[in-house]
């Protein structure tokens, strides 16, 4: 019979296999890693998983996560209220906030409209999008969604639904990334600069 890890490492292995992005190979390597480290440090891990779980929790304003009532973007009574930047994961909103550039606020949508995937506008936050825009504050809702088929079609569907006088619906302008090589841009990226080209 071919050797076999006791069943307390694999069922370890199998957990962290579950994690997006962690293949078997990986996920062995991170289990045997935590074996090794001192056990107030995996217990210390452990106990931060746990806090997680049990203290954040979606803003019931914008979706991104917090540990209070509402996140930081939403309770800062700085922030421009009538910009209102439409992004598919909480991940997005660390990337614009690290530009420094946008002090609106933000709607996080859970996703992408995906039919292959099982997943229609009924999945993802829209319905609260659409009442937030009601309210009649927002002027500029700027669709932020990935420059992919499932962010487009996400954004396509989105400026349908929402378009209404007085409010303007922009996109994220997509193109050459600073610092690239023009030898080394997909064709895909290079349409959409061409496309979204200004003058100097």
């Given at each position: 019979?071919?050797?076999q890890y006791p069943p307390s490492l694999n069922r370890l292995i199998n957990q962290l296999t579950s994690l997006p992005g962690l293949g078997g190979k990986?996920?062995?390597?991170?289990?045997?890693?935590?074996l090794k480290v001192e056990r107030e440090q995996?217990?210390?891990l452990a106990q931060?998983?746990?806090?997680?779980?049990e203290r954040i929790h979606p803003c019931p304003v914008c979706g991104n996560f917090t540990d209070q009532r509402l996140c930081p973007v939403?309770?800062?009574a700085g922030r421009d209220?009538?910009?209102?930047?439409?992004?598919?994961s909480v991940a997005d909103i660390i990337a614009m906030e690290r530009s420094g550039n946008y002090q609106g606020l933000y709607h996080v949508l859970g996703g992408a409209i995906s039919p292959m995937d099982g997943i229609g506008p009924d999945q993802l936050r829209i319905a609260g999008l659409l009442s937030r825009v009601a309210e009649g504050q927002v002027r500029e809702i700027i669709m932020a969604t990935n420059p992919n088929p499932e962010g487009e079609a996400t954004a396509e569907f989105l400026a349908r639904k929402l378009k209404r006088p007085g409010l303007s619906i922009t996109r994220l302008a997509h193109g050459m990334p600073v610092g690239g090589s023009l030898a080394f841009v997909d064709e895909a990226t290079l349409e959409l600069a061409m496309a979204g080209r200004k003058e100097l």
């Open positions: 019979m071919p050797y990986a996920a062995q390597r991170l289990a045997f890693h935590l995996a217990l210390s931060a998983i746990q806090e997680a779980r939403c309770a800062d209220r009538t910009l209102l930047c439409v992004v598919e």
